[in-house]
């Protein structure tokens, strides 16, 4: 008899599910720990889950159980977790467009996802099909605004106002 592992990893989701909101933050912090991806997304997608719970999802569960957790409107993430998330996953725009549909989200968190966002902006643009005169950094700064839905854009100038990056040259460039 042959035991399919990925079949008894969803099997134990299922029975998990139910169980969640009645299992110490210690238990569910071991079961993120243990790697099993159906139940942490299980646990990702629980509602009012503890700081710790998150904090451990952030810290050490893979993309797909980070992205439930972001999506999970119903738990409040610490800010250092999310923060974690963007270190660990800032190269990810699935991730980063998570992000960006959370509604709690401080201007300091929205400053790390621009600079996240701009760096892949970066990354992909040419450094040969520059427009003369424009500061790169300034020429993504743009695109990326006029990009954006305008509660993120908000939230980015929000963000770029608070850490002094409203500049004549950006200004101008407009």
Not at 9 to 22: D, G, S, W, Y
Not at 67 to 83: A, Y
């Amino acid at each position: 008899m042959t035991i399919d592992v990925e079949t008894e990893a969803l099997n134990a989701a299922e029975k998990l599910r139910p169980l969640i909101p009645h299992l110490s933050v210690g238990v569910l912090v071991d079961l993120v720990g243990m790697g099993n991806s159906p139940c942490v997304l299980s646990i990702a997608s629980a509602i009012d889950l503890p700081p710790s719970v998150c904090a451990s999802i952030a810290e050490i569960s893979e993309k797909k159980a980070v992205i439930e957790l972001l999506k999970n409107s119903k738990t409040q993430i610490p800010e250092f977790s999310v923060l974690r998330i963007i270190q660990r996953f800032g190269q990810c725009f699935a991730v980063l467009l998570a992000l960006e549909d959370r509604r709690d989200l401080t201007v300091a968190v929205w400053w790390e996802i621009l600079l996240a966002r701009l760096n892949l902006i970066l990354d992909c643009s040419n450094p040969t099909d520059q427009d003369e005169g424009i500061e790169p950094t300034n020429k993504a700064i743009l695109a990326l605004l006029w990009a954006s839905p305008s509660r993120v854009r908000e939230a980015y100038l929000e963000a770029l106002n608070e850490n002094s990056a409203i500049t004549p040259a950006l200004i101008i460039e407009c």
